[in-house]
């Protein structure tokens, strides 16, 4: 993954406020100085992991700054991808337009949405990032989201608060002036996962600055920048995004291909390219998807089927012992806080 240069500049002027040198942290990665000045600048995921763990080895107390770099984003600062966020109509079109364009973004974390009969899911996974920058990368991009979409958002939190709860997997000193912005009085922190449990009602309440033909026109954009990106990152990567940004409704192969702008012949030849197939990405995103839908949402076996389109019962039994070893029933869901 490519992300735009504009974090880790933010990451710097933290540093350099903190006495440590824009050099010193860049040592070690392909990023030059003058890169962090280029508007047009990508950097790969790897270096900004890099530059992460020098700083958090440089400083004596690293509570708190991920929260600290994060903080200073602005909606502006997300680009086209925020002015869609902020014209959507809905909580659930701004969450479906945010998991679609999730390469745009600067994050880092893996953000999964369940939707139950009456309650919501959403979490916040690190567990692909290396253990000593975990900590690091959950506060800022938890606190980027925060900071960029909360005030539009927030009069829908506000509504609901009293029947929502967050879990955090983070020191509370470090979060807490973080979390003190939203108006949620349940959290409970040290937890295995960071996840906000929601009523399903939230998803359809209309948000303030709602623009239709704003929406339209940014995702117009976002399209094309999305397709240049999947010409940096490769296909197999951008096709395993597109399957994992729903809990269900998988795309069909032609609709994928059609949303790349290419045959699907052509398609299905690049991802062979890449020692892989459609059908075994999207058995990889099925398996996934269904221990998150059975253990962390709390959906039945026969919910958990439907959502992930298959027909018989039976048949997503079958396939769920294959990829994991188990039946379905073997797993039971995690109590929210």
Known sequence: MRHSVFATRMLCDVANERGIATQDLLAGTTIRPVDLDDPTATIGAADEIVVARTLLDRLPETAGVGVEVGGRFTLTHVGLLGFAAMSCATLRELLRIAVRYFSLTMLHIDIKVFEGTEDCLLQFDVDHLPDDVRGFFLERDVAIITATVSGFVYPVVQR????MAIEVAADEEAVRPLLDLLPIPTIAFGRAHTRVHFPRAMLDEPLPQADRHTLELCLAQCDVLMQRTGQRQGTTAVVRTMLFRDSGGFPSLPQVAAELGLHPRTLRRRLAEDNTSFRQLLNEARAALAID???NVGLTVEEVAKRLDYT???????????????APSSYRPTPPC
């Open 293 to 295: 839908l059975l253990h």
């Open 160 to 163: 609901y608060a009293e029947n």
């Open 312 to 326: 018989e019962v039976s048949a997503f039994s079958h396939a769920f012992k294959r990829w994991h070893g188990v």
